[in-house]
């Protein structure tokens, strides 16, 4: 059973600053990896699709890698902004395309 | 593009009570999913369509928990009894279905909250 876990479980930084997000899983026969952000009260949002042949994917100031044999991914954020805080999930297709998500990260950015 | 739509936002119940769902994914979009996202932790899938055909249910509670999708397009989830542990934001999503695993991006709507007492 495929199992997803994200380091940190939340995260308070200044605005301005780089910054990684961890994602880790224990199946590496995944179709994709997916990073999604949620606001309080709202839906997900995508943000990065990397396919399991590719090994990074950009928009913006992000940034996302796969390391498919290893079973991880990282999401980088440049420059952070206050309206980057939200939570982030990473979340991997197996199978059929339903995904299997982590319990995110909470990111707080100071201003 | 309108996004994908669920109703109602809010629904607040009784243990023993029924409850039902709706969600309208976007125009097309041929693979439509529900998912349970309990306070703290990630949606987890209860429920992927093709078309009107179901793909995977494994998740779903099948005592008390249905779903269909008439005609390909709109799909109701249904819990029937509701349980306390049943409190959850239940949320819709859906995408092309492209058949080309592994490029489908999902799009989810905002998602019904649902209280339990």
């Given at each position: 059973?495929?199992?997803?876990?994200?380091?940190?479980?939340?995260?308070?930084?200044?605005?301005?600053?780089?910054?990684?997000?961890?994602?880790?899983?224990?199946?590496?026969?995944?179709?994709?990896?997916?990073?999604?952000?949620?606001?309080?009260?709202?839906?997900?949002?995508?943000?990065?699709?990397?396919?399991?042949?590719?090994?990074?994917?950009?928009?913006?100031?992000?940034?996302?890698?796969?390391?498919?044999?290893?079973?991880?991914?990282?999401?980088?954020?440049?420059?952070?902004?206050?309206?980057?805080?939200?939570?982030?999930?990473?979340?991997?297709?197996?199978?059929?395309?339903?995904?299997t998500f982590g319990?995110?990260?909470?990111?707080?950015?100071?201003? | 593009?309108?996004?994908?739509?669920?109703?109602?936002?809010?629904?607040?119940?009784?243990?023993?009570?029924?409850?039902?769902?709706?969600?309208?994914?976007?125009?097309?979009?041929?693979?439509l999913y529900w998912?349970?996202?309990?306070?703290?932790?990630?949606?987890?899938?209860?429920?992927?369509?093709?078309n009107n055909g179901?793909?995977?249910?494994?998740?779903?509670?099948?005592?008390?928990?249905?779903?269909?999708?008439?005609?390909?397009?709109?799909?109701?989830?249904?819990?029937?009894?509701?349980?306390?542990?049943?409190?959850?934001?239940?949320?819709?999503?859906?995408?092309?279905?492209?058949?080309?695993?592994?490029?489908?991006?999902?799009?989810?709507?905002?998602?019904?909250?649902?209280?339990?007492?």
């Open positions: 059973k495929q199992e997803v876990t994200q380091i940190p479980a939340a995260l308070s930084v200044p605005e301005g600053e780089n910054l990684v997000l961890n994602c880790s899983f224990t199946d590496s026969a995944i179709y994709n990896l997916q990073w999604f952000r949620q606001d309080p009260g709202k839906g997900l949002t995508s943000l990065l699709l990397i396919q399991s042949s590719q090994r990074e994917q950009t928009s913006g100031r992000l940034n996302a890698s796969l390391d498919k044999s290893s079973g991880r991914s990282t999401l980088y954020i440049a420059a952070s902004q206050p309206g980057d805080s939200a939570t982030y999930l990473c979340a991997v297709s197996g199978g059929a395309d339903g995904l319990k995110g990260t909470h990111l707080i950015i100071q201003p | 593009e309108a996004g994908v739509a669920q109703s109602p936002r809010y629904k607040i119940i009784e243990k023993r009570q029924s409850v039902a769902f709706w969600c309208n994914p976007i125009s097309g979009h041929a693979t998912y349970q996202q309990i306070l703290g932790q990630g949606p987890k899938l209860l429920i992927q369509f093709q179901v793909v995977d249910d494994s998740q779903l509670p099948k005592d008390r928990f249905s779903a269909e999708r008439l005609k390909g397009v709109d799909s109701t989830l249904k819990i029937q009894p509701a349980k306390l542990e049943d409190s959850a934001v239940y949320l819709c999503a859906s995408s092309r279905g492209l058949g080309s695993r592994g490029a489908d991006t999902q799009y989810f709507g905002p998602g019904t909250r649902l209280t339990v007492l």
